[in-house]
Every structure is written in C-alpha cells, then in structure tokens.
C-alpha cells in the first residue's frame, strides 16, 4: 500500500491516510497490518501506537448540474464531493452557505425578488467543478510525488460568472499576469477584474488609526463600492440607488486623499 502524509490531530493523536496502489483489488488488510504500515511511517519499531479507528472512503469526482430547483436548494457535499486534497472542502462548503444565505436574507427583507435565487446554481457551481477537478487533479499528481517534485500546471483561479457579474464595459478581458500567467496554483494574482474575488489590501485613515482591510470593509449583510480618486461620482450613483431599491450601499474611495488611504500602494498597483 503506498502511504499519504500524516495529518496532525489534536496533541497526542495522528491520522493516517492509505491508498490502494493503482490497479490493484481493494484490499481489506487487519488491523496489525494497518499497524505495521503506521510504523514503518514513523520509522521506528519501538515507538508505542494504537490504533483507535478504522474507516474506508470512495474518492469521487462529482459534482451537480443543478444546486436549486423551484424553492428547494442543496449545498456542500449534496452538491459536490472530492478527495480532501488541499483543503478545499470546508471552504466549499462554507462558500455555498454563504452565497444562498446572502440572497435568502435579501429577498426575505424584500429588498430583491424571488428570481435572486435562481442564482445560486449559476454562481457557485462553476466555482465547485473548478475546486473538485483541482482536488482530484492533485491526488492524481499524487502518487508520482516520490518520484519527483512538481506542481499541477491548469488554471486554478476562482472565476464568478452569472447576471450579477458585468463585464460588459472592460477593455480586455480578464488574463492572468507574469508569474501567476506561468503557474497559477503556485502565485496568486490578485484582481478587482468583475467576477474575481475581493483582494485583500490594508487601509489606514490619513490621521492614522488602526489598520483595516479591504475585506473587511465588504460584507457584513450589505453592498459595498470600492472606488478610487475621482470616484465622487460612483458613491453618489451608490446612494441614488440605495434610496431607489431600498437597499444599504456603502461606497468608499481610496486613495491619497480619500476615504481609505493605501498604506503600501498595493490596491494603485
């Protein structure tokens, strides 16, 4: 059996992750010989272990076509399962909780129409088939790993589409840049291009006070518009169509000068 790496687990506990080698029928060994095989990844006989448990998965790769139909709306596992390579379960998860809840509270307040919620499969699904092609692409790249060190060459890059995003009045369209163009997984490129996420930038006041960022200043169950210098007329487009829709719109300009100043001149770059 060829062996993944041991996953940390609490102080005095360890998981230990065995596959199959390729090909080959699944196996049912005992558990001396899981025993056996947790030893020789500590390399060293004499060193006391027990095991307390035992469990056997199915990696999938597996996503839905739809997440919500009429007023029924699946999420998390329901909708998408893969192999937990590179952590990307909780945040898929966590990711579809966050962007149903969102459009349930605002038409429930009544500030958007049922047809928000149709939505939530045009948004986050893209998204999801990204992540679990990612997940199993990496355990697949796996079991070469011993052999030589490498890094997965796809796009990686989370990309939102759907009604919500416009693009329309872009100059070119969105393309990765120097290093992250090369290697995505391994360099991130951060963007306020539409559809991509909010990077994270520190903003500071122009008398000083204590740091805060960008992503901070979004969320929270409002909108927020993130604009620069000669953005007046921006926030006041934001406040006409709060009052019109009835909805919170927060709108900030940063830079010199400006609502929020760039301490490291990271979001003029």
Same mark, same amino acid.
């Given at each position: ?16 992750? +065995? =596959?199959? #080698?390729?090909g080959v029928e699944r196996p049912k060994p005992s558990k001396e010989e899981h025993l056996a095989q947790v030893k020789n990844f500590i390399g ?14 199915? !990696?999938?790769? !597996?996503?839905?076509? $739809?997440?919500?139909r009429d007023n029924v709306f699946c999420l998390g596992d329901a909708v998408h399962r893969h192999p937990? =390579? ?8 966590? #990711? ?19 047809? +928000? ?94 740091? !805060? ?9 409002? =909108? ?10 921006? #926030? ?10 009835? !909805? $919170? ?21």
């Amino acid at each position: 059996m060829d062996g993944d790496y041991p996953n940390g687990k609490a102080m005095d506990g360890w998981t230990f992750i +065995l =596959f199959p #080698k390729p090909g080959v029928e699944r196996p049912k060994p005992s558990k001396e010989e899981h025993l056996a095989q947790v030893k020789n990844f500590i390399g060293d006989d004499t060193i006391p272990a027990k095991i307390l448990d035992i469990s056997q998965w199915t !990696i999938n790769e !597996i996503v839905a076509e $739809e997440y919500s139909r009429d007023n029924v709306f699946c999420l998390g596992d329901a909708v998408h399962r893969h192999p937990p =390579f590179n952590g990307l379960g909780s945040n898929s998860r966590t #990711k579809d909780a966050f962007n149903l809840a969102w459009k349930i509270a605002n038409v429930l307040k009544g500030y958007a129409s049922s047809n +928000l919620l149709s939505t939530f499969s045009i948004e986050p699904q893209p998204v999801s088939q990204s992540i679990i092609t990612r997940a199993n692409t990496s355990f697949r790249e796996h079991s070469r790993i011993w052999e030589v060190l490498m890094y997965p060459e796809e796009l990686s890059d989370r990309f939102y589409t759907g009604p919500g995003v416009y693009a329309a009045d872009e100059p070119v369209p969105f393309a990765l840049e120097g290093h992250a163009a090369e290697d995505p997984v391994l360099h991130y490129m951060p963007s306020t291009y539409p559809g991509k996420r909010l990077p994270h930038v520190w903003l500071n006041k122009r008398c000083p006070v204590d740091v !805060i960022s960008t992503v901070d200043l979004a969320g929270k169950g409002r =909108f927020t518009l993130l604009t620069g210098i000669r953005g007046e007329t921006w #926030k006041l487009a934001a406040v006409i169509v709060g009052k019109e829709l009835n !909805i $919170e719109i927060r709108a900030y300009s940063i830079g010199v000068g400006q609502d929020w100043v760039d301490v490291y001149s990271d979001w003029e770059a």
